[in-house]
C-alpha cells in the first residue's frame, strides 16, 4: 500500500469507527427510552433528530 | 401515584432465570476467549519482546555463541555501501562503531532508501571473507527479513533536506572513517 | 432520586451535549484539514507521517479513560455504603470511560498496524510495545465483559472496580515500555523534560489533534454515562414488574 492510500485508509476506518459507535450509543439510548416510556419527549423535539419524528 | 407499569415487562421467573444463565453462558464463554487470548499475547511477548533484536556490536561480540542461530541484529545503514544485484542487496550497518557486512535476499521496505536509518534484519551469521569501511571481517550477515526502525524524529519534508550526514555524535568515537554518499 | 437525575435520565441528548456534539464535529473537520492538507509531509516517512495525528492522541485518549476509569472505580469503592446512591454514580463514570478506552485502542492498533507496514515493512511484531498495548485491549474488553454478567448490581459494580484497578497496571507498562525494552516501536513522541524532536507546525497539528479527540472522547463518555442510567433504570423498572406480578400472583392463590 502507498503511503497516500495508507493515509486514507487509516483515517477513513477511524472516522467509521467513532462516528458507528457514536450512533450505537445514541440509538440504544433512545430504545431504552422508548421502552421506559421516557422516550417520547425526545420524539417531539424539532432539535436534533427532526427526521426521525415520522409518527407525527 | 401511578406505580403500574406502562408496558408489558412481565416475565415469568423461569424465563428470567433461563435468560439469565443463556446470558451468563454467553459471557463465560467471551470470557474464555479473553482468557485464552491473553495468554497467547502473554506467551508470544515473552518469547519474542524480551530480546527482540541485538545491536550490531553485540552480535559481533557473541558471534561464537550466536553460531548459526537466527537472530535479529539493529544498526544504521550506511548510505554509501548500499548495493543492490539480482534481487540481493548487501550494505553495512554500524551500532556502537561496530560495523556488520549485511547480504539481504528480500526487497526492503520502501524507507529503507533513507540515509543512516535504523534498521532491524533477521537472519544469522554466515563464514566469508568480506571488505567493508573498517577494514575486512570474515562473516557477514544473511539476512531474508527487514524492518525498518524508524525514530521519533520529524521534520518537514518543505523545510528540511535529507543531507547523507550521519546523525549528531553518532559516529563520534569511532576509529574509521565512512565514505561520502555517492548519490 | 431527585427530579434533575430524572430529567437527565429522560432522553442523552440535552442543550449542553449537543452544542459539545457540534463542537466535536468541528473540531474533527478542522483536525482533518490540518492533519490531511496544512500539515506538512515527513522528510524521511512522508505522507505516512499524517498517521501520527490519529494514532497518538487515540491512545493519550485511552491512557486519559483508563485514568478516568481507575479513579471512578476507587471512588465507587469508598462511596458504596457511604453516599446515597451507593456510588453508582462513579461505577457508570467508570463503566462508560472504559468504553471509550477501548474503543480509541483499538483505533490506535489499527492506525498502528497501517502505519507500521507503510515505515517498518510489516503491519505486526511481538515487540514490547505491541505487545502490552494489545494486552491492555483484551483485559479493558474483558473488564467490559464482567460489566455484562448478569449478577446483583452493586455485587457486579464491586467485582468490575477490582477489576478495573488490576487492568490498569498495564497503563504505565505500555507507556514505558519503549524505555524498558528494546522495540521496533519508536519511543514516545512527546514526553515531560525531554526536547520535542518534530517540527512546530507537526507538533501544534498533533497537539490541535489531541484537543479535539479529547472533546470527541468527552461527548461519548457523557452519552455512554446516560445510556447506563437508562439501563438501570430499565432493570430496576423490570425488577419491580417482576416483585408486583409475583405479589399478584400471591394474591390469586390465597
Known amino acids: ?56 | ?183 | 432520586m431527585t427530579s434533575t437525575t430524572r430529567s437527565n435520565a429522560k432522553m442523552t441528548a440535552t442543550p449542553a451535549t449537543r452544542v459539545l456534539g457540534v463542537l466535536a464535529i468541528a473540531a474533527t473537520a478542522l483536525m482533518a484539514v490540518l492533519g490531511l492538507f496544512i500539515s506538512p509531509a515527513d522528510v524521511i516517512q512522508g505522507e505516512a507521517v499524517r498517521m501520527l495525528y490519529l494514532h497518538v492522541p487515540s491512545i493519550w485518549i485511552a491512557y486519559g479513560a483508563f485514568v478516568l476509569t481507575s479513579v471512578s472505580s476507587i471512588l465507587f469503592l469508598r462511596a458504596r455504603k457511604r453516599r446515597e446512591d451507593q456510588g453508582r454514580h462513579y461505577d457508570r463514570l467508570a463503566g462508560s470511560a472504559a468504553e471509550v478506552g477501548v474503543v480509541f485502542t483499538g483505533i490506535t492498533l489499527i492506525t498502528g498496524m497501517l502505519w507500521g507496514k507503510v515505515t517498518w515493512g510489516t503491519y505486526w511484531q511481538w515487540d514490547a510495545r505491541l505487545t502490552t498495548t494489545i494486552l491492555l485491549f483484551v483485559t479493558y474488553l474483558g473488564y467490559l465483559a464482567l460489566r455484562r454478567l448478569p449478577a446483583d448490581p452493586m455485587v457486579r459494580s464491586q467485582r468490575a472496580a477490582v477489576m478495573a484497578l488490576i487492568s490498569f497496571i498495564n497503563v504505565p507498562i505500555v507507556h514505558y515500555s519503549v524505555d524498558w525494552w528494546r522495540t521496533l516501536h519508536q519511543k514516545a513522541s512527546l514526553s515531560v523534560g525531554r526536547r520535542p524532536e518534530i517540527t512546530g507546525e507537526m507538533y501544534w497539528t498533533l497537539l490541535y489533534s489531541t484537543l479535539a479527540v479529547t472533546i470527541v472522547a468527552t461527548w461519548l463518555m457523557i452519552h455512554r454515562y446516560r445510556v447506563i442510567r437508562l439501563e438501570e433504570l430499565r432493570d430496576e423498572e423490570a425488577l419491580a414488574a417482576l416483585i408486583s406480578s409475583r405479589l399478584k400472583n400471591d394474591d390469586g392463590s390465597n
Open chain 2, 1 to 183: 401515584m401511578d406505580l403500574t407499569p406502562r408496558h408489558e415487562v412481565e416475565a415469568p421467573d423461569e424465563l428470567r432465570q433461563k435468560m439469565h444463565r443463556r446470558r451468563r453462558r454467553t459471557v463465560l464463554v467471551v470470557a474464555l476467549i479473553l482468557v485464552a487470548a491473553m495468554a497467547f499475547i502473554t506467551a508470544q511477548g515473552l518469547r519474542n519482546a524480551t530480546l527482540f533484536f541485538r545491536n550490531a556490536d553485540e552480535a559481533v561480540e557473541q558471534r561464537a555463541e550466536l553460531g548459526d542461530r537466527r537472530f535479529r541484529i539493529q544498526g544504521r545503514v550506511i548510505p554509501s555501501t548500499v548495493k543492490s544485484e539480482s534481487g540481493v542487496t548487501t550494505f553495512e550497518i554500524v551500532h556502537d562503531c561496530a560495523v556488520v557486512s549485511i547480504r539481504h535476499s528480500s526487497d526492503p521496505p520502501e524507507l529503507f532508501n533513507s540515509p543512516w536509518i535504523p534498521v532491524v534484519l533477521e537472519g544469522s551469521w554466515l563464514i566469508g571473507e568480506v571488505r567493508n569501511v573498517v577494514g575486512s571481517d570474515t562473516h557477514y550477515f544473511a539476512s531474508d527479513r527487514m524492518l525498518v526502525k524508524h525514530t521519533n524524529e520529524y521534520a518537514s519534508a518543505n523545510e528540511q533536506r535529507l543531507t547523507g550526514e550521519p546523525p549528531e555524535g553518532f559516529l563520534d568515537q569511532c576509529l574509521f572513517e565512512v565514505p561520502a554518499a555517492t548519490s
Open chain 1, 1 to 56: 500500500m502507498s503511503e497516500v492510500t495508507t493515509v486514507v485508509t487509516g483515517w477513513g476506518i477511524t472516522f467509521i469507527i467513532v462516528a458507528t459507535y457514536s450512533m450505537w450509543v445514541v440509538s440504544r439510548g433512545k430504545i431504552i427510552g422508548q421502552e421506559l416510556g421516557i422516550g417520547e419527549m425526545e420524539q417531539a423535539d424539532p432539535g436534533k433528530d427532526a427526521d426521525a419524528t415520522t409518527d407525527l
